[in-house]
């Protein structure tokens, strides 16, 4: 027999069943939680909707009622006030029966329930629990047919999407398929108690020295108990210790802390993670506990004049540093969330980790992510950029029941993820400003009257300026809130406020990425540019029976990309840009994925060159779309959907390294007079540094120039010493493109720069190559040298190489992407052993000067 003295937890996750409601049969579940597509599934009654296009074959599931049911114990009860059945999350509208007795309709994906069944539950008996799915597409369309008079626009699926509180991502996004889950997708628990600890947080005040801090402990308590005990604890050893007696159903406690260990964002410090626990007691017998990690630090979002630029800044500063946030966009790993494992989670997190990004701001069309994603962040120094769930739409504000079930659900989110020190921002929503506007919806900033905006054709400003600000301001006060993403300014395209999203590459008016430099922002949240996923994924997609598909331009393999006008806009800016052909399959994934790299490398050296010290912080921000991918697909992603990193990855890792070279080729035009059309062109090279590092150093500066054709070098040049301000970008030198012997050829000019410490060991590269490289003459090299050495790979060639990675079947390499020139040798050094791994050679070589 328990201690029924203390609160009892039973998972309920045994015995689970289900049905499509019509069908009699009941079959087991795949898992637990889970979805009905995994069940299905399993039972091979559907084909998998990854493969082929067989996400056409599944629609049907969306539209069907499923059943859920199981039974489970109960034990002796009678010591008991309360039993209490937890549901942490029901997708979407479930009506949930306990012993024939109805107990609950949820129809909100996002917010747990709890329901007091201590009247309906058998103790010591079997119970029975049944829980019906109806089809939120159906219901959704039904809810959208009794408000005609909104104007349901959106960007991205079905428009009765706007109206259900469910993933919006699960109704077909630009890069991801339409499949609409059912199911109870996160875990069922029983409690029985009689008086718990019902919500443990605290604040936390760092003092501007930071060499003290006040961690005020809070606990909401439900029950009988008279006292609280707050512990707080690093590394097992307890730091300090207070009780608070309960008034209200509340306990509070201030634990000072002298020297905190601070938590920093990752390359700026540690990750040290205190434990907070509180034990209620009630006559000296503990009746419950519950535990958080936290995070000591002092976090702000900075907005305040620039010394030479219009606007404001938008940066944010961990303990008193400012920080450049260079990192991406997550969406939900998987269509289906339950299968997504602990290990998986903690797998994307250090891809994200290793390639030097310090932010991922998980985006407002997926879900309010698993605990173990905050986790895996928490310990692995990432900052999070948190968005409200709501994405690309005109959101019918002007239903209350929504209104209601929307503040619901920013409360139960808020307070479940307010402990997680990675978190430093939320945001209201991903581009429904943007929409706003797109649309011509009614938007007066000067209206201060939130009931006025239900009035207006945009009623959805009462979500990001009323319901979201109060449930903020009230319960994560010392967490900055933003209205949206993007938002600032006169507009959301207003580059000198707040953040913008820049989609002038690829989307809008499709600029050339080289112009990367002149579409900055203060900081920019989106950004970025498609690629083909590696070609085992494509391969892992089309099926046997499909296997003349597998080629670029084919029905199958332009299904896995949901972009509109993908087939143009990637073959423009291959064609703007490269010498290319579709075939064979691996050549033309290898060259979409360098344009990629190209074009996100250059958009992070381009505005980290922005970042200039304070007073200066032009651009303090670049998040790429994406880092993940939901499944195998071609998109923006710089990682697929198996956790395969595209070679943007590597050049984005290489351009957010703590201390970088940047180079820039400067056309100069000089009209000879005011008469005449003739132009004098010349080309000057213009140099810089950029540094994350904490402290001044010094360096020498070396750059060297070669005849991509002959491999001659044509330039040596040691530029002496240079000094590296610390966590900014600081410009250098500037001169006089090269010439080839006397020909002034600038697409034969290929540049490297090399930064060494005073001891000669070398901080930074950057090879810089004439663009575009369709029109560059590039070479095979007549001497190049591939050495194994232990588990590297070290190249040497007698021609400047472009794109150079290296391609072996089982083995990932910490850098697999270089531009290699003459008298340099360049390693590539794998994360395993290679053993005997037959390890082959790429690089950027079109077949026209073959022939």
Request: glycine share 6%; hydrophobic share 35%; with cysteine.
């Amino acid at each position: 027999m328990p201690d029924i003295s203390k609160r009892v937890v039973i998972q309920i996750d045994e015995g689970w069943q289900f049905r499509e409601a019509s069908e009699t049969e009941w079959l087991p579940v795949a898992q637990f939680p889970t979805n009905v597509h995994l069940d299905l599934l399993r039972h091979k009654k559907i084909p998998d909707p990854f493969l082929d296009k067989n996400e056409l074959l599944v629609q049907w599931v969306g539209e069907k009622t499923w059943l859920y049911r199981t039974e489970f114990d109960v034990p002796d009860a009678s010591g008991y006030e309360k039993v209490v059945l937890n549901f942490d999350g029901l997708d979407t509208f479930a009506t949930v029966v306990v012993n024939g007795h109805e107990i609950l309709k949820s129809n909100n994906m996002f917010i747990p329930q709890r329901v007091d069944i201590t009247k309906v539950v058998k103790a010591g008996d079997k119970n029975s629990l049944e829980i019906t799915f109806d089809s939120a597409l159906i219901l959704g369309k039904k809810i959208q047919e009794q408000y005609p008079d909104h104007k349901w626009v959106l960007w991205n699926g079905d428009a009765s999407r706007l109206a259900v509180r469910k993933a919006q991502y699960h109704y077909g996004w630009d890069w991801g398929p339409t499949l609409m889950t059912a199911g109870p997708w996160r875990p069922v628990w029983l409690e029985l108690y009689n008086a718990k600890i019902s919500d443990l947080y605290f604040t936390i005040n760092v003092a501007d020295s930071l060499d003290s801090a006040s961690v005020v402990a809070k606990a909401d308590v439900e029950g009988s108990a008279t006292e609280v005990i707050f512990e707080l604890s690093l590394n097992g050893k307890l730091v300090q210790q207070s009780s608070s007696k309960i008034n209200g159903g509340y306990a509070q406690a201030t634990l000072d802390v002298s020297q905190p260990e601070l938590w920093y964002p990752t390359s700026y410090g540690s990750q040290p993670l205190y434990e907070l626990k509180a034990t209620l007691l009630q006559g000296g017998s503990e009746l419950d506990a519950s535990s958080k990690r936290v995070g000591i630090r002092k976090a702000r979002v900075v907005q305040r004049e620039l010394n030479d630029a219009p606007g404001t800044s938008f940066f944010f500063e961990i303990n008193n540093i400012p920080i450049f946030c260079g990192g991406s966009n997550w969406i939900p790993a998987d269509n289906f969330i339950p299968r997504i494992g602990k290990q998986k989670y903690y797998d994307w997190l250090k891809i994200v980790r290793d390639g030097n990004q310090a932010m991922v701001r998980v985006w407002g069309g997926g879900i309010y992510e698993e605990d173990v994603f905050y986790d895996a962040a928490d310990e692995l120094g990432i900052l999070i950029w948190q968005d409200f769930m709501f994405a690309c739409g005109n959101y019918p504000a002007k239903i209350s029941s929504l209104r209601d079930s929307i503040k619901e659900e920013a409360i139960a989110n808020v307070k479940r993820l307010r402990h997680h020190p990675s978190i430093v921002i939320y945001a209201g929503n991903n581009e429904d400003y943007s929409l706003r506007e797109s649309e011509g919806l009614t938007y007066d900033p000067e209206n201060k009257d939130p009931d006025s905006w239900l009035e207006t054709d945009f009623p959805a400003r009462y979500i990001y300026e009323k319901i979201l600000v109060d449930v903020t301001k009230e319960l994560v006060p010392d967490t900055y809130y933003h209205f949206g993403s993007p938002y600032g300014g006169e507009d959301t395209s207003d580059t000198t406020v707040g953040d913008i999203h820049q989609w002038n590459v690829w989307h809008g008016s499709q600029e050339r990425y080289q112009n990367y430099d002149k579409l900055s922002g203060r900081f920019v949240s989106e950004f970025g540019m498609e690629a083909f996923p590696d070609a085992k994924t494509i391969e892992s997609y089309i099926t046997e029976e499909s296997r003349d598909e597998l080629y670029a331009q084919s029905q199958t393999v332009d299904f896995h990309n949901k972009a509109d006008g993908h087939e143009k806009r990637l073959a423009g800016y291959l064609a703007e840009n490269f010498d290319f052909s579709t075939r064979p399959l691996k050549d033309y994934v290898y060259v979409t994925q360098l344009m990629q790299a190209d074009c996100l490398s250059t958009a992070y050296r381009v505005w980290r060159r922005n970042w200039k010290g304070p007073g200066r912080e032009y651009t303090a921000g670049a998040l790429v779309w994406q880092i993940n991918d939901c499944w195998p697909v071609t998109s923006w992603a710089i990682a697929d959907y198996y956790l395969r990193p595209k070679l943007s990855y590597y050049a984005i890792k290489q351009h957010l390294a703590p201390v970088i070279i940047g180079m820039k080729r400067e056309v100069r035009e000089t009209r000879r007079d005011k008469y005449t059309s003739l132009v004098d062109r010349s080309v000057v090279v213009e140099l810089w540094v950029s540094s994350f590092l904490l402290n001044d150093i010094e360096g020498k500066l070396h750059v060297k120039a070669f005849d991509v054709i002959t491999g001659n070098k044509i330039y040596d040049k040691d530029h002496g010493l240079v000094q590296v301000t610390s966590n900014r970008s600081t410009d250098l030198v500037e001169f006089g493109l090269p010439k080839v012997s006397d020909v002034e050829d600038p697409s034969r000019v290929v540049i490297a720069a090399y930064l060494f410490d005073l001891e000669g060991k070398q901080i930074a590269r950057y090879v810089n190559w004439p663009e575009p490289l369709k029109y560059v003459k590039l070479q095979h090299p007549t001497d190049l040298r591939v050495d194994r050495v232990d588990d590297s790979i070290r190249i040497q060639t007698d021609r400047p190489l472009k794109g150079v990675t290296l391609e072996a079947n089982d083995v990932e390499f910490e850098e697999n992407l270089a531009d290699i020139v003459p008298e340099e040798t360049v390693t590539f050094k794998a994360k395993e052993s290679l053993g005997d791994q037959k390890v082959d050679v790429r690089f950027y070589k079109p077949d026209r000067h073959d022939k």
